[in-house]
């Protein structure tokens, strides 16, 4: 099974920009469709970004134009470059299967946008 391990979060300024990581281990992940995903205080879980094995995107629409998914498969890595970031995008971003598949979660890692 696929191990996913998130990074690159951390403490921004409104405005800033962060780019975070979620490298796998496994040499199927080529394979995968992935989505990032982030989950607010006191809110539910959402999809962010979504990139599938041919490179096709989704996004969430509070995040169009802002943020950027991308893959790198020799590197077994799928990024997400956010730029312009604003203080509602405080969370704790995963990354995993899409759809999401509950034994995939990892620890997540966090962002905070404030000033």
């Known amino acids: 099974q696929v191990q996913l391990v998130e990074s690159g979060g951390g403490l921004v300024q409104p405005g800033g920009s962060l780019r975070l990581s979620c490298a796998a281990s496994?040499?199927?992940?080529?394979?995968?469709?992935i989505g990032w995903y982030r989950q607010a205080p006191g809110k539910q879980r959402e999809l962010v970004a979504a990139?599938?094995?041919?490179?096709?995107?989704k996004y969430a629409d509070s995040v169009k134009g802002r943020f950027t998914i991308s893959r790198d498969n020799a590197k077994n890595t799928v990024y997400l470059q956010m730029n312009s970031l604003k203080p509602e995008d405080t969370a704790v971003y995963y990354c995993?299967?899409?759809?999401?598949?509950?034994?995939?979660w990892g620890q997540g890692t966090r962002v905070t946008v404030s000033s």
């Open positions: 995993n299967r899409w759809p999401y598949a509950p034994g995939y």
């Open positions: 990139i599938t094995s041919a490179g096709s995107t």
């Open positions: 496994g040499s199927i992940f080529g394979i995968y469709d």
